[in-house]
């Protein structure tokens, strides 16, 4: 099977132009004859489905938090990029096109990103229009920062809660809408399946988590933006609620799922600190501009300080290892994410990690607060320091940070194409939950950037051309597989009701974690992926055997919620360890220890890998069909990354 | 840490409820207060009993999700939010009471949580500039004062939690419905809907069965972020101003 991109062919800045223009259109009055359905409200989703009702299309949006306005963007910090070049700093379309793809370690389309950058500009324009308060000079024009990856100050902000004020932002366009009548919401409700009729999306069922109803909504399209699924390891920065079933039910219904295995770990988040921990929490990135990372120089003083002996203050100069700087003297602190992370992981692999738990490394400030003053330092980071302080009970004013990577956004997930469409037509894919732009590895601030971009301005040209293709028939859900696919999450709600058996769901979920980020996360090995795709099977059997559930479907029931989702995720997680496995190279996020250059950096095998790897389900205890969309560079010359 | 936990149990929004008491061993200081709660509803389940229903999700005190009344306060001792709250703020042996958000307008759905939707139909009223999709200026076109552009940012830091509604003894939505009004009163891109929005929005408040505000500032001191109650006067000012000389017509 070949997978088509549909990438416009032509010039790479003319492609998103031609193509818009030989998108069929819905004539107006038309419009109000098509029903689209929008899974999720984040960035991608709010987006989407104020556009869509804008044009006239009829909207139903769903979410499982108790108003859109919750959804995980809400949590994104940092800020959004945007090729504005305000700055006269250089940027343009075309660099901030170059940096994605050679952030994203060349494995992602040139077509599709640079249509990215190209509408990024208009992301800005939209959101000020709707009252985003970003921030501003005093002259006031907007302030702009700059980001890891890039060279110029192309992120835009509101405080240290970006994805906050962008998500209000969609929040307020999709609530006008709603008042208008043309879009109709469903919090607090949770969709089950998909509903695929002679190979077109037609509809979903719903679960309603506070009566417990399973429901039928038809459509002429369907929108999955339903976020990332770094969740299946458990502890991650992501929201109590993100998860992979939306996605997972579509791909099980025909949707490919590309490139699992690429997921970024952010290396500056707040360490474990005990058995109990339900998530984690990101300390931004900036830090690494005044901050000292470090460990021990030996194993033993490490031992010291883990047994309380010592501490971090009481190590002499010679006694500590400043490992970035000492491994790479040009970019010290400052190199990307991905190599942050694994040098963290590597020094304390080695024993040389500082707290209770062996996995953490120090983020010292003590250097910087000598030579900027307190003051300076406490304007700079004042309120992550305070946030620190909040959840660990130390204050880092006195006591170096401690920071250990976490896992923080997928970039693998449902594969699109061009249109954002799925392998399942009138399927769509926006956000954090399609495989889209980032490639192999996410640069800051990228992300809130593609989901208001998929929103705003792609699928509202996309799915138009698809719907002018389509009848203006009425649809509704009287047409059998609806009942089927119904009675199917009925059952499959019923069986897991009825197992019984004596563990809580987070147990499973928790040992699925621990797999995952031994195995699947940093850094990954033959073995070791062997290994955990064993272990991951047997855990799979032991849910369905001895999960213990609560209640009734009838009801709010957030472990039936909760376990419906950990089903999935055993499933998806299988997917990723096949994923990692077949890629025999390294990439941004996705390090396999057989293929690194002599002096430990990742090795990427351009012959051979330059594909997005799409997944394709076969059926269930079938190993999944792997089809290939080979990537072809025509404008940017792939080179290694280095950062020494 | 050994604590006992008074908690509201309901069934559903029909139950009469009351508190149930737990014993709650194994609370280390360095557990978030849901992390607390985690743990307590494993035991639960093992035991082969409901678990304790409390909304959350970011866990990060930014979604606005958390929603406790812990022993006579939203969100407990500190100002921060549920989910920002830990152990070490208590003390060994403590007795603590957990309660949902009380207040007419947000009627309790199970446990703990309770249904807040009319804070998404307050915005709905009006909480918005109307343009669409496209077809808007550059955004440099229009600048805006460094203080003005701060001003409206402190506005709209809410997270609609609802803590100043549950914090009120009139259960008054006026701080979470001025926080708006004052963003989009402030920036000139609310400029052409100011009056009508103030009107809309308060009608929608009172139309949800909020009660009104007698200047006690509860709600204030118990925001998680720190909403001031000048958004309160400004609100006020838009809507006066706003009913002598409506666009609502
Ligand atoms: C702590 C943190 C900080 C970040 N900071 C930045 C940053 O500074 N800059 C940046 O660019 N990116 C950042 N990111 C990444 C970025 O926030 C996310 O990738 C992005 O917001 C995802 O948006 P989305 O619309 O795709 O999905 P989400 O915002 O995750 O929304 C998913 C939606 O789908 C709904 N949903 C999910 N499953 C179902 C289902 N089965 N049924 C019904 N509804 C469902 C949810 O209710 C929700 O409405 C950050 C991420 C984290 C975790
Ligand atoms: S869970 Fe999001 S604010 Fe507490």
């Known amino acids: 099977m070949i997978l088509d991109s549909k990438i416009p062919a032509g010039p790479l800045a003319e492609k998103w132009t031609k193509h818009k223009f030989s998108s069929k259109l819905v004539n107006p009055a038309n419009k109000r004859k098509y029903d689209v359905i929008v899974v999720g409200t984040g960035l991608a989703g709010a987006s989407a489905a104020a556009s869509l009702a804008e044009l006239g299309y009829n909207v139903k949006a769903f979410c499982f938090q108790d108003s859109p306005r919750r959804a995980h963007s809400i949590a994104a910090q940092g800020g959004i990029n945007a090729a504005k ?54 002259g006031g024009l907007l302030a702009n920062r700059s980001f890891g990856g890039a060279q110029v100050s192309r992120t835009f902000y509101a405080r240290g809660q970006t994805g906050q004020q962008l998500l209000l932002g969609a929040y307020s366009a999709l609530s006008r809408q709603v008042a208008n009548g043309k879009v109709k919401l469903f919090p607090r409700t949770e969709m089950m399946d998909v509903v695929v009729i002679d190979g077109h999306a037609k509809g979903i069922v719903t679960r309603n988590l506070i009566t417990g109803a399973i429901e039928t909504h038809a459509a002429h399209a369907v929108l999955l933006c339903t976020g990332g699924y770094g969740n299946v390891f458990f502890l991650s920065t992501n929201a109590m609620g993100s998860n992979v079933t939306a ?109 209770e738990t062996g996995e953490a490394v120090y983020l010292d400030f003590r250097d910087a607060i000598n030579r900027d003053t307190r ?87 996309t799915v138009g051309d698809y719907l002018a293709q389509l009848a203006p028939k009425q649809v509704d859900d009287t047409h059998p597989e609806f009942a089927k696919v119904k009675e199917e999450v009925q059952s499959r709600i019923n069986t897991l009701l009825n197992i019984n058996g004596t563990k809580p769901v987070d147990y499973f979920h928790k040992r699925l974690g621990k797999i995952m980020w031994n195995e699947c996360g940093m850094a990954r090995t033959t073995e070791g992926l062997k290994g955990a795709k064993a272990e991951i099977q047997a855990l799979k059997k032991e849910f369905w055997s001895n999960v213990k559930l609560m209640g009734t479907n009838e009801e709010l029931n957030q472990t039936l919620e909760k376990a419906n989702r950990v089903a999935d995720f055993l499933e998806l997680g299988e997917l990723m360890v096949d994923d990692a496995l077949n890629r025999n190279e390294s990439c941004g996020g996705h390090f396999r220890e057989e293929y690194q250059t002599p002096d430990g950096e990742a090795l990427r095998d351009d012959e051979n890998y330059a594909y997005v790897a799409a997944w394709k389900y076969l059926g269930e205890g079938q190993e999944e069909e792997l089809v290939k969309e080979e990537l072809v560079f025509e404008n940017v010359k792939l080179t290694q990354r280095s950062y020494k | 840490m050994k604590l006992t936990l008074k908690i509201w ?113 307050i915005i709905q009223a ?53 926080a708006k009004i004052s963003q989009l009163a402030l920036l000139p891109q609310g400029q052409v809907e100011r009056k009508s929005r103030a009107e809309n929005m308060v009608a929608q408040m009172d139309e949800e069965g909020f009660g009104a505000c007698t200047n006690t500032g509860a709600c204030e001191a118990e925001c998680p972020k720190g909403i001031s109650i000048t958004n309160i006067a400004r609100m006020n000012r838009e809507y006066f101003s706003a009913v002598v000389s409506s666009d609502n017509m």
């Open chain 1, 85 to 138: 070049n305000y700055q006269n700093d250089g940027d343009s379309i075309y660099r901030l096109f170059y940096d994605t793809i050679k952030g994203g370690d060349y494995r992602a389309r040139e077509g599709n990103v640079y249509r990215l950058a190209e509408v990024s500009v208009k992301i800005i324009d939209q959101c000020v229009a709707q009252g985003v308060p970003f921030a501003r000079e005093y």
């Open chain 1, 375 to 461: 003051k300076i330092i406490e304007q700079k980071y004042g309120n992550l320091f305070e946030m620190y302080k909040q959840i660990t009970g130390e204050d880092p004013y006195d006591m170096p940070m401690m920071i250990y990577p976490a896992v923080h956004y997928t970039m693998g997930g449902l594969w699109v194409d061009y249109n954002l469409m799925t392998t399942v037509p009138g399927l769509y894919a926006l956000g954090e939950a399609n495989f889209s732009e980032h490639g192999a590895n996410r640069l800051g601030a990228s992300a809130l950037m593609q989901g208001l971009a998929d929103g705003y301005f792609v699928v509202p040209y």
């Open chain 2, 126 to 178: 009006g909480g918005y500039v109307s343009i669409n999709t496209g077809g808007v200026p550059d955004a440099n076109e229009i600048p805006i004062s460094k203080t003005i552009a701060d001003l409206a940012m402190d506005a709209a830091q809410c997270i609609g939690c609802g803590a100043c509604v549950a914090a009120c003894k009139n259960a008054s939505a006026m701080l979470f419905t001025s």
């Open chain 2, 9 to 121: 149990r309901q069934k559903n929004t029909s139950d009469k409820g009351g508190f149930v008491t737990y014993v709650a061993d194994h609370v280390s200081k360095d557990m978030s207060f849901l992390e607390m709660l985690d743990v307590l509803n494993d035991q639960l389940t093992e035991r082969g009993e409901d678990p304790v229903h409390f909304d959350h999700d970011c866990r990060e005190g930014i979604c606005g999700m958390c929603s406790l009344y812990i022993n006579g306060k939203p969100h407990g001792p500190l100002q921060t939010t549920t989910c920002q709250l830990h152990m070490r703020s208590f003390s060994d042996g403590e007795t603590i009471t957990i309660e949902p958000w009380r207040a007419k307008a947000f009627p309790v759905l199970k446990d703990l949580v309770v249904n807040r939707s009319a804070f998404d139909r």
């Open chain 1, 247 to 355: 996605a997972w039910r579509a791909h099980k219904r025909g949707a490919f799922f590309a490139n699992p295995c690429f997921t970024q770990i952010h290396p500056t988040c707040i360490p474990v600190s005990g058995d109990h921990q339900s998530k984690l929490t990101l300390m931004s990135e900036s830090l690494r501009n005044d901050g000292r990372v470090w460990v021990p120089a030996t194993q033993e003083i490490a031992e010291k300080l883990r047994k309380g002996q010592i501490k971090a203050n009481d190590i002499k100069e010679e006694d500590r290892d400043y490992f970035l700087e000492r491994k790479y003297p040009s970019f010290g602190n400052l190199v990307p994410r991905d190599v942050a992370s694994r040098n963290a992981k590597y020094v304390c692999d080695e024993g040389r990690g500082v707290n």
